[in-house]
């Protein structure tokens, strides 16, 4: 399995609240990803990052940020968190064309619930 | 812009028997991959299957195969031998072969059920 961890696994907040999801991976990929996964919507790119301190934003990237200053991490941060945020958050990570099976597989982390209210 | 389509939200299997997950996509890239995710009640989103587009062989792992029409636009998914374990969501997923940093567009999923 990748190395790849999610902090908090479970959250509840209050509507307002600013709050920062965090994923570390130890497989020193150059490519990590946030995804949100909602009933009836399957997963959605919220932003992503190609490299420390360059990332770009996904098809629904609004009210979120993120930051990666270090290989390994890759910061999410609702910077007021609104119910409509609630939601399934996954990380994923991939390298370009060096995975054993031919690269551009990305792989997940076990996810963080955040519930806000 | 991609889109991906799994028209059966629910499918029912008793174990050991065969079952096929429907995939159609909405592409006009020529190179792309195509992957079958699935995601078990623990969440975790797992790997099951990939298929490059440009790649006429049928990829096949162990039980898990796929069904591929490029010019259909058409990735199902065939589970042989269904067990218990086999219990989850899949999801069907396409990404553009351009570079790294594709984004992967899921369909909305398939909640597969195998009856002992």
């Known amino acids: 399995d990748a190395g790849i961890t999610q902090s908090p696994r479970h959250k509840v907040t209050e509507t307002g609240t600013p709050v920062t999801l965090r994923c570390h991976q130890t497989?020193?990929?150059?490519?990590m990803y946030w995804y949100r996964q909602d009933p009836g919507h399957g997963l959605r790119l919220i932003h992503y990052?190609?490299?420390?301190?360059?990332?770009d934003k996904g098809e629904v990237s609004d009210g979120y940020s993120v930051s990666r200053s270090k290989t390994e991490d890759f910061l999410l941060t609702l910077e007021s968190a609104t119910s409509s945020q609630t939601s399934v958050y996954f990380c994923?990570?991939?390298?370009?064309?060096?995975?054993?099976?031919?690269?551009?597989?990305?792989?997940f982390g076990p996810g963080t619930r955040l519930t806000v209210t | 812009a991609q889109t991906v389509t799994q028209s059966q939200p629910e499918m029912s299997v008793q174990e050991a028997e065969t079952v096929t997950l429907s995939c159609t996509y909405d592409?006009?890239?020529?190179?792309?991959?195509l992957f079958w995710y699935k995601q078990p009640p623990s969440r975790q989103m797992i790997l099951v299957i990939r298929?490059?587009?440009?790649?006429?062989q049928n990829a096949t792992e162990n039980r898990f195969s796929v069904n591929f029409q490029k010019a259909a636009k058409s990735f199902s998914l065939k589970i042989s031998d269904s067990q218990l374990g086999d219990t989850a969501m899949y999801f069907c997923?396409?990404?553009?072969?351009?570079?790294?940093?594709?984004?992967?567009?899921f369909g909305k999923g398939t909640k597969l059920t195998v009856n002992p």
């Open positions: 994923a990570i991939s390298e370009f064309g060096t995975s054993g099976r031919g690269g551009y597989e990305q792989y």
């Open positions: 497989e020193n990929h150059r490519y």
């Open positions: 990052s190609y490299g420390v301190k360059d990332t």
């Open positions: 592409t006009s890239e020529n190179n792309y991959y």
């Open positions: 298929q490059e587009a440009y790649k006429q």
């Open positions: 997923a396409f990404m553009r072969g351009v570079g790294g940093s594709e984004k992967l567009v």
